[in-house]
């Protein structure tokens, strides 16, 4: 049979590679780099390459699971349907909204069903139980965002392409593709930063793949880079070269306030803390300063810690005082084809951003972007009275490998009262659901990156038919089917009144944009013109027709739509980056706010470090690896063979000191529990710094993963303390735990 060759966007991580996918007979017979891609030109990792493996691996759920005596069996769609509307339709009428739980986990911000079609699930549920994995990831980003933005969605990214110098603080770029920074070949652009005379410094405990490919590494203590970007920052001001540049002016407010906010994080003063020496930080601030193109990028180490949200502040705040946000080169924001597009003359500003509206019921957590810390969904399933979580639905997540205490989390689950899982595993959360909906593969469904182009460091845009047709509903029937079931309108209810709501609501604001190129035109006129589409592409086809580069229906001629994305195979490439602080400000003000009192409060928590003695003790972080992103990529043996990964790095002087051996199996014990790893000696760690990757630990029973329960692992998040979170975010302080160690009996 004729082969047929299909470009699809890798779905794998936030990378957003072009692969050509090349069918035979039905199967995939070879996936390589896409090298016509406009953004990622040819470039694969080792993930991109086994989507054929995933889609074809035994284990991966094709029909409805329902567990009855204990037991997961197959149903068909109605009959599972059925059954989540018996279950949680009762529950929440009896107990109420807050009764039942959603948990969102990270595969849902690669999916067009997650960014589309999890709003209206959230809504129909109206629970304030809403947690996902933002709070084990990159909440604090948010949160800085907000304060200082005004706009927990405007992040801004390192433009990797033409800067000439990049500091880069908890991250691994060279593993983990990048993070918060779609940047397809981020080996390569680093690289490139280099060839043409830039300078590249990594910070981290370890002397990780990108440390070594850098210019410089920097060996930090865990859970002080809040302090040692504050220093930095306080040096910049120190030396009076401090200025957020002319691009900027009437845009920033509370500069004045910076001096004495970052007075006592001086060079010196955070140097035995941080294990940086002052000259190294003041030297290091210079050449930030210096007026070369410069970008700080702060990520995932960073942010999981206890002081996570400063850390991201203090280093957006570190690229304004040194004339580098909003600058070509230096940190900018993206321009998502999807988004809203400018409107002129319309002044910087909005409704600002704040936190707190409600609390959890049991420890009373702040809420932040209308979730609630997951750290604290086992004390609210654990914890009698009103408002009790008695039933949990979770979307494409394992909260059990994935969140703090995970141990105490399991313990909960079990005692529910109904739990509903939309995912393609019977893995060690899922195996207590009561009911498992298993969605496409992800060669059965379209893809579009709703969530990563507004993090990218080329404005570009996709589209990415399916492969195969699915062998069961679309992944947005779900969720849309979910939400009518807990809306009470029944199992049998037709999705396409969610659909109908959805098309609704984005032709509304795309009419009401005042002063925007749609304004005043008839949203049913927009529905209409749209109504040919299938679902979901109806929805993209709306918001990139009314996005930036759109062509306002008709009146922008060549402009972007469904039509001229499925003419583009390989991409549209809409350009570099363009400054546009004053598009994204929401703040009150119509500025840049670095005075906002929480921060301010949180930066004298911070000080009150200085005044303790410097850790002596271990402590534990975390780490990635390329084949390995999330937890269920690891029941695909081409990812997981080899030498095991699953170990405890300790440096040769730890090793001796506490009487480890390479190769022998060490006890981890912290404040709430302890596993058992075998230990890796290695003088890439930082002395008192040992390190377990994340995502393992798959020996538990009643799950369905021959693979990964050969190359189990274990769960590193049986080590950490869900009592320990930023207190600005909730995230959770994943790194930086103190743990002791000894050698296994």
């Known amino acids: ?70 037991v997961h069996v197959e149903v068909s769609w109605e009959d599972a349907f059925a059954e989540v509307e018996r279950l949680l339709v009762p529950l929440r009428e009896r107990h109420g909204a807050d009764s039942v739980a959603l948990y969102l986990g990270n595969p849902n911000a690669h999916t067009i069903a997650g960014a589309v079609f999890g709003r209206p699930l959230i809504q129909a549920l109206g629970t304030k139980n809403l947690y996902s994995a933002s709070t084990v990831d990159q ?68 002397r990780s793949r990108s440390a070594e490919a850098a210019d410089e590494h920097l060996s930090i203590r865990p859970g002080t880079d809040a302090l040692w970007l504050c220093a930095l920052a306080h040096a910049v001001l120190d030396a009076g070269t401090a200025g957020p540049g002319s691009h900027l002016d009437g845009l920033v407010s509370g500069l004045d306030a910076l001096p004495a906010a970052l007075a006592p994080f001086s060079p010196e003063a955070v140097a035995d803390h941080c294990g940086i020496d002052a000259g190294t930080t003041r030297r290091v601030a210079a050449e930030l300063a210096d007026g070369r193109r410069a970008a700080v990028y702060t990520r995932i180490g960073t942010h999981t810690a206890a002081f996570g949200t400063l850390s991201s502040w203090a280093g957006d705040v570190l690229t304004l005082v040194t004339g580098n946000l909003d600058r070509a080169g230096g940190m900018m924001w993206a321009t998502p084809c999807h988004g809203r597009p400018p409107v002129p003359g319309r002044p910087p500003g909005g409704r600002g951003f704040r936190t707190g509206r409600w609390g959890s019921r049991v420890s009373g957590r702040p809420e932040v972007r209308s979730e609630l810390p997951v750290a604290v969904l086992a004390e609210e399933i654990e914890t009698p009275g009103e408002g009790k979580v008695r039933a949990l639905v ?11 205490d995970s141990a105490r989390l399991e313990r909960a689950l079990a005692d529910l009262d109904a739990m509903v899982s939309v995912d393609i595993y019977l893995n060690e959360t899922t195996r207590h659901a009561d009911v498992i909906l298993p969605p496409p593969s992800a060669l059965e469904k379209s893809h579009f990156d709703f969530a990563f182009y507004g993090l990218s460091v080329r404005n570009v845009a996709n589209w990415s038919a399916p492969v195969f047709p699915a062998e069961g509903p679309g992944e947005h029937e779900i969720l849309a089917r979910l939400a009518l079931i807990v809306a009470g309108q029944g199992a049998a209810a037709d999705p396409e009144v969610i659909y109908g709501l959805i098309g609704a609501q984005l032709a509304q604001q795309a009419t009401s944009q005042e002063g925007g190129p749609l304004a005043g035109r008839d949203p049913d006129e927009l529905l209409a013109e749209v109504a040919h589409e299938p679902v979901p592409e109806r929805f993209i086809d709306l918001m990139v027709r009314s ?68 850790a002596d003790g271990v402590v534990l972080v975390g780490r990635r690896h390329l084949r390995s992103n999330n937890s269920w990529m ?43 790893a075998p230990v890796e000696v ?64």
């Open 1 to 70: 049979m004729t082969a047929t060759v299909h470009h699809r966007t890798c779905p794998l991580c936030e990378a957003t590679c072009g692969l050509e996918i090349e069918v035979a007979d039905g199967a995939v017979r070879r996936i390589r780099g896409d090298r016509d891609d406009v953004f990622s030109h040819g470039f694969i990792c080792p993930k991109g390459s086994t989507l054929k493996q995933l889609h074809d691996d035994p284990d991966r759920l094709r029909r409805p699971l329902v567990r009855r005596d204990g």
């Open 394 to 404: 979770t979307v494409a997540g394992n909260p059990a490998r994935s969140t703090p």
């Open 547 to 614: 996005g930036p580069y759109g062509d306002q229906f008709g009146a922008v001629p060549g402009g972007l739509s469904m039509e001229r994305l499925r003419a583009a195979p390989h991409g549209v490439d809409l350009g570099p980056l363009e400054p546009r602080a004053a598009e994204v400000l929401r703040t009150t003000s119509g500025t840049i706010e670095l005075d906002r009192p929480e921060v301010l409060d949180d930066l004298r928590r911070l000080a009150a470090v200085l005044d303790e003695e410097p």
């Open 634 to 676: 690891h029941n695909l043996e081409v990812l997981v063979k080899g030498r095991p990964r699953c170990t405890l790095l300790v440096h040769p002087e730890d090793a001796e000191r506490l009487g480890l051996t390479d190769g022998a199996e060490a006890v981890v014990r912290s404040a709430v529990g302890e596993v058992t």
């Open 139 to 206: 909440m604090p980003r948010h949160v800085s965002s907000g304060f200082l933005y005004g706009n927990p969605g405007a992040m801004p990214v390192p433009d990797l392409d033409r800067t000439d110098y990049l500091l880069m603080l908890g991250a691994d770029p060279l593993e983990s593709n990048g993070s918060l920074c779609t940047a397809p070949d981020f080996p390569g652009r680093l690289a490139a930063i280099r060839a043409r005379g830039g300078r590249v410094v990594v910070v981290d405990p370890r």
């Open 682 to 745: 290695t003088d890439r760690m930082r002395p008192g710094v040992v390190s377990l990757p994340h995502g393992w630990g798959h020996d538990a029973s009643g799950t369905r993963l021959e693979v990964a329960a050969r190359h189990a692992g274990v769960n590193s998040n049986m080590l950490t303390d869900g009592s320990v979170l930023d207190p600005l975010s909730g995230n959770c302080a994943l790194n930086a735990i103190p743990v002791e160690l000894a050698p296994a009996p």
